[in-house]
């Protein structure tokens, strides 16, 4: 199994910040990687898909990059709503596997 | 508007049977995998399975094989996750996910479902 590896575990922040989580692959996934937010009690929900294409409807602060093996997820100016934990999943083989969650929190 | 709406809560002793369901609407059935996932309390995501409806081909995570079985009907547009006999470490959300494509190859989850909660007693 391709292992997905996050940091940091969990960030404290302001509103307006920039924030930068990052994801690491045991192996090249090519931009085969997909970010998630999931707000406490709620199902997550896709951000970016393909390393750095943004999800239709999904708020221009959010952006993504990488390839091969290591990615990154940026909120440019981090607003109230975006305080959740964030998930990077590889969709390069199966079983697609998930990092262990950032926590992103005030 | 697509939709995956989830069987609500459930509380079972170990050792009983278990099938949750997860019903799609807005979309054609027949043409996305759908895929469910694993949170147990507190922790991180785990990709359990997924099933292509129109022709119920399914794949497994090794890590499940054997433990779960997924299922799909295609008359009332419905995926299933059973279990023949649960453990109390099942106890967990359990969530579906539609599989999107794009450019042939990359895919990820959207929409997810509400979740099921799972509690499974020892």
């Known amino acids: 199994d391709i292992q997905m590896t996050q940091s940091p575990s969990s960030l404290s922040a302001s509103v307006g910040d920039r924030v930068t989580i990052t994801c690491r692959a045991s192996q090249i996934i090519n931009d085969y990687l997909n970010w998630y937010q999931q707000k406490p009690g709620k199902a997550p929900k896709v951000l970016i898909y393909a390393a750095s294409r943004l999800e239709t409807g999904v708020p221009s602060r959010f952006s993504g990059s990488g390839s091969g093996t290591d990615f990154t997820l940026t909120i440019s100016s981090l607003q109230p709503e975006d305080f959740a934990t964030y998930w990077c999943q590889q969709s390069y083989t199966i079983p697609w596997t998930f990092g262990q969650g950032t926590k992103v929190e005030i | 508007e697509v939709q995956l709406v989830q069987s609500g809560a459930e509380l079972k002793k170990a050792g009983e049977s278990l099938k949750i369901s997860c019903q799609a609407s807005?979309?054609?059935?027949?043409?996305?995998?759908i895929t469910w996932v694993r949170q147990m309390p507190g922790k991180g995501l785990e990709w359990l399975g997924i099933?292509?409806?129109?022709?119920?081909?399914?794949k497994y995570s090794p890590s499940f094989q054997g433990q779960i079985t997924i299922s799909a009907d295609k008359s009332n547009t419905t995926v299933y996750l059973q279990w023949s006999s649960l453990k109390a470490s099942d106890t967990a959300m359990y969530y579906c996910?539609?599989?999107?494509?794009?450019?042939?190859?990359?895919?990820?989850?959207?929409?997810w479902g509400q979740g099921t909660l799972v509690t499974v007693s020892s």
């Open positions: 807005g979309y054609n059935f027949n043409t996305y995998w």
């Open positions: 996910a539609r599989q999107k494509f794009v450019s042939g190859s990359f895919s990820w989850f959207d929409p």
């Open positions: 099933i292509y409806p129109a022709d119920s081909d399914t």
